[in-house]
């Protein structure tokens, strides 16, 4: 397991706000992704503590910084013998903002878009909605 485009690792829940930041990036280039706490970027499972707090933790953090909201699945699992969290997460109202921030995803990295950016990715989503005299 590495880092890629749509996957995102992360030491420990002491990462969460650069992990929801993550998380805006996929959901704006792929509309779903993985998230793991508890695995470092090499792959490697390190764990960590995983309580009902923490899960919640995690919950809230999305519930609060992202927007749209999003509803993601959030589970603790178990790799190479370690206690690790899970977010499976997926959306289709693109943007989406991190701290009030939008974000793409580049290989393993976040970039936060520019207003030109945000204002074609906003574009190409409604392209689809718009008939041939330009209304919506």
């Known amino acids: 397991?590495?880092?890629?485009?749509?996957?995102?690792?992360?030491?420990?829940?002491?990462?969460?706000?650069?992990?929801?930041?993550?998380?805006?990036?996929?959901?704006?280039?792929?509309?779903?992704?993985?998230?793991?706490?508890?695995?470092?970027?090499?792959?490697?499972?390190?764990?960590?503590?995983?309580?009902?707090?923490?899960?919640?933790?995690?919950?809230?953090?999305?519930?609060?910084?992202i927007e749209p909201k999003i509803f993601p699945k959030i589970d603790e699992i178990i790799l190479e013998g370690r206690k690790?969290?899970?977010?499976?997460?997926?959306?289709?109202?693109?943007p989406y903002y991190a701290y009030g921030r939008a974000y793409i995803r580049v290989g393993d990295e976040n970039r936060q878009l520019s207003a030109n950016e945000l204002e074609r990715l906003i574009l190409n989503r409604n392209k689809d909605k718009i008939s041939w005299d330009g209304e919506v």
């Open 84 to 94: 690790c969290v899970h977010v499976e997460f997926s959306g289709n109202n693109i």
């Open 1 to 65: 397991m590495k880092e890629s485009e749509t996957l995102e690792l992360k030491k420990s829940t002491s990462e969460l706000k650069e992990a929801i930041i993550s998380l805006a990036s996929i959901l704006n280039k792929h509309q779903k992704g993985e998230l793991y706490f508890g695995v470092k970027n090499n792959g490697e499972a390190v764990g960590q503590t995983v309580t009902e707090n923490t899960i919640r933790e995690v919950s809230r953090a999305i519930a609060e910084h």
